[in-house]
Nanobody, 124 residues
């Protein structure tokens, strides 16, 4: 089993920044990818970004490129999501997920482990 714990969410004004953290523990050797997803009220959970465990491959949702940056610290088993120039439409619960497969997938059902989520609220 792999446990994922998110932190760093909160309330921020439009144009501001937040950095989310996802700490992984347990059988982390079985993980190949760590990803971030988000779910706004009344909407489906959507893919945000992912990084491979070695940290040399990243992938972003097209609509978020340039504002969000995913990075990892292997020594700390932690993945970060730096979010800049935040907009009210970025308001959502942000979830960290881990995938044992090596191929990227934006499909939530193909991710094996999930954190409990952290709320991000962007005020206008």
């Amino acid at each position: 089993q792999v446990q994922l714990v998110e932190s760093g969410g909160g309330l921020v004004q439009a144009g501001g920044s937040l950095r989310l953290s996802c700490a992984a523990s347990g059988r982390t050797f079985s993980i190949h990818l760590i990803g971030w997803f988000r779910q706004a009220p009344g909407k489906e959970r959507e893919f945000v970004a992912s990084i491979n465990w070695d940290g040399d491959r990243t992938y972003y949702a097209d609509s978020l490129k340039g504002r969000f940056t995913i990075s990892g610290d292997n020594a700390k088993n932690t993945v970060y999501l730096q979010m800049n120039s935040l907009k009210p439409e970025d308001t959502a619960v942000y979830y960290c997920a881990a995938r044992q497969g090596i191929l990227l997938s934006a499909t939530t059902s193909r991710w094996d482990y999930w954190g409990q989520g952290t709320q991000v609220t962007v005020s206008s």
